[in-house]
């Protein structure tokens, strides 16, 4: 019996990639365990890989990274749970202390040892989240470490198993939080406090600007996108401010003689009802030739049928398309040429180190070589110093988008 028929027979269905059970079947463990030590391992940097070598090779660093954590943790049952995410369940045999040592063990392997693919050398550094408990609470225990892990760039947090009430109070005191900016949210669309603001892109042959929510409280104050949007999508009000910013937008730039940008996810196209009033602002406001869709990449968006037409079809009006924080996640150039992209924006976490890291100026120097051969123009976002500013025009940068040239700022205050 095979290992993949081995893994099938105990938990069900196995992430085809890899061959690893997936996140289903991991729940369905924790549940079923009286005594579970579960760590969450995340790939440190994985965009970066997948932006080096392409998703084909992407995916078989991988695979070659799931190879190497069975064998170094034989005795223990693994999951693939997507993309740069691998769980390890350790039952009641483990020993704390050993099982800790094991992981740390991984930690330096990974880190010293490299994965050598098309004859280069790549790291997978690692960050691990660490829980031990029972039922469902040792996951949530888990990922609040994998988070803490991550916000305090350390390679291993554990979450104490003698202290599941302060994590049940974590848990709490974010449900009702979120209840709370809901709430908020709500009250800001019926009182219309939901803004938009403009970044200016320099580099283009006519004013340009990016087009940027904000939603204004009560006291006055102006929260950024990072307060708000991800509790607006739980609680299905994303389409909402969509259609605010798509209507505000055009209805100011109108008369104006400069292009603005706009940014859609895949959900706000796929959603018919936000989809169509995409195109009735457009005509409403004859806006076609100014306007460009930044598209915000995510996991085989360029495969979904309804997003090609729907493109294709604004293409076919004048609009044109941006490719939003291009070098993160599952970027690979197929993806802009099937989304027939007229612009890229690489993303903040390259420019602002372009000027300091090798391996950033390779990245942006090959995204950028590529775009020019197939006419594509390149925006450089994050754009932050003068420093900086000269390290991407000497890249050959086609425009340019950050605080050095201003921060965003209310339509209002726009000339």
Known sequence: ????????????RIN????????????????????????????????NINVTLGRFLGDEFLQTFAKRLERRLSHASLFHLGGDLFAVLGGKDWEEERFIKSLQACIWYFGYSPIELEGKRFYAAIRIGLAMGEGENVFNEAEFALREAKKSHRDLVIRSSSSPSLVHEEILEYVQLSLSKEN???????????????????????PKYECLIRMRQNDG???????????????????????????????????????????????????????????????EYSVAEKLILELVESEGIENEKEISNFLLFMKNQGVRIAIDDFGTGYSNFEYLLRLQADFIKIDGSIVKNIHTSPLHRAVAESIISFAQKMQIKTVAEFVSSKTIHEACKELGFDEFQGYFWGEPMALKNIK
């Open 16 to 47: 085809p990639l890899t061959g690893l059970p997936d996140r289903q079947k991991l729940l369905n463990a924790v549940l079923s365990s009286k005594s579970t030590k579960l760590a969450l391992i995340n790939i440190n940097g994985f965009w």
């Open 221 to 283: 104050k102006i929260l950024s996108p990072y307060f708000f949007l991800e509790d607006a999508k739980k609680a299905n009000l994303y389409s909402h401010l969509t259609k605010g910013v798509v209507k505000k937008s055009c209805a100011f730039f109108a008369d104006k003689e400069a292009d603005f940008s706009i940014n859609l996810t895949a959900s706000d196209i796929l959603d018919q009802s936000t989809a169509e009033f995409i195109i009735a602002c457009m005509h």
């Open 1 to 12: 019996m095979t290992k993949e028929q081995r893994y099938e027979l105990k938990y069900g």
């Open 184 to 206: 908020q949210i709500r009250e800001a669309i019926k009182k219309d406090r939901f803004e938009v603001y403009a970044q200016k892109i320099a580099g283009s042959k006519r």
